[in-house]
């Protein structure tokens, strides 16, 4: 009876081992198998690219939520951005109080501040949809938010950069950017720990040689 106990025990023992190593063996399978994150950008990115349709040239309107650490309200103001590959960014603010600053080109003014002047080119890559000079410049993590309705993937995607330059990291933490056929939304997450949410509407190409969409480039 004794040796049937410990038989039976002994089997009962060796059954576990086995059980826990093949769930153990099976679990490293899984995670060798499992897709890296880098590998999941590098997907997201592919396809936002085929998706994204972002003119060389084009005007549109802005609306700017400013949140500053030490304020109760956020500021907001709205106007008219350009994008030409040529001449820049020109970004027009008509509310609360009206500027004008040229950003990137030949026609950059003064009054364009260092954060600005820092942006300058990120955002052209950004609202071009130059995701390989992006690179250069920022750790990428991207993919494509889900339908929680439908529970499948939706067309609409989220990148998030990480500036790898020193010099932007004083002005910038990250900028996180929201899209699908065109870029809908940026959000800057700055050094000073203020956040700056920028909504792009009825974003439109323009010609190069469209008189008004140029004179947008003169410094006032």
């Given at each position: 009876?004794?040796?049937?106990?410990?038989?039976?025990?002994?089997?009962?023992?060796a059954?576990?081992?086995?059980?826990?190593?093949?769930?153990?063996?099976?679990?490293?399978?899984?995670?060798?198998?499992?897709?890296?994150?880098?590998?999941?950008?590098?997907?997201a990115?592919?396809?936002?690219?085929?998706?994204?349709?972002?003119?060389?040239?084009?005007?549109?309107?802005?609306?700017?939520?400013?949140?500053?650490?030490?304020?109760?309200?956020?500021?907001?103001?709205?106007?008219?951005?350009?994008?030409?590959?040529?001449?820049?960014?020109?970004?027009?603010?008509?509310?609360?109080?009206?500027?004008h600053i040229?950003?990137?080109?030949?026609?950059?003014?003064?009054s364009?501040?260092?954060?600005?002047?820092?942006?300058?080119?990120?955002?052209?890559?950004?609202?071009?949809?130059?995701?390989?000079?992006?690179?250069?410049?920022?750790?990428?993590?991207?993919?494509?938010?889900?339908?929680?309705?439908?529970?499948?993937?939706?067309?609409?995607?989220?990148?998030?950069l990480?500036?790898?330059?020193?010099?932007?990291?004083?002005?910038?933490?990250?900028?996180?950017?929201?899209?699908?056929?065109?870029?809908?939304?940026?959000?800057?997450?700055?050094?000073?720990?203020?956040?700056?949410?920028?909504?792009?509407?009825?974003?439109?190409?323009?010609?190069?040689?469209?008189?008004?969409?140029?004179?947008?480039?003169?410094?006032?």
């Amino acid at each position: 009876m004794q040796k049937q106990y410990r038989s039976t025990r002994g089997f009962l023992m060796a059954s576990a081992v086995a059980g826990f190593l093949c769930s153990s063996l099976g679990a490293f399978a899984g995670q060798t198998d499992a897709v890296s994150p880098q590998q999941v950008t590098v997907e997201a990115l592919a396809k936002i690219s085929e998706q994204l349709n972002q003119p060389a040239q084009m005007r549109g309107e802005f609306l700017q939520k400013k949140t500053l650490p030490n304020l109760p309200r956020p500021l907001q103001s709205q106007g008219q951005i350009s994008l030409s590959q040529e001449h820049g960014i020109s970004w027009r603010t008509l509310q609360p109080v009206a500027s004008h600053i040229v950003m990137g080109g030949e026609g950059e003014n003064a009054s364009a501040s260092a954060f600005s002047r820092q942006m300058a080119e990120p955002m052209m890559h950004i609202l071009r949809g130059d995701f390989a000079a992006l690179e250069q410049m920022f750790y990428v993590d991207a993919g494509y938010e889900k339908d929680e309705e439908a529970s499948v993937t939706s067309d609409n995607w989220k990148m998030s950069l990480r500036p790898r330059n020193a010099r932007l990291q004083k002005y910038l933490n990250a900028i996180e950017i929201f899209g699908n056929e065109s870029v809908h939304r940026i959000r800057l997450l700055e050094g000073n720990q203020s956040v700056t949410d920028i909504e792009f509407i009825n974003m439109q190409p323009v010609t190069a040689q469209d008189a008004q969409f140029l004179a947008e480039f003169d410094s006032d």
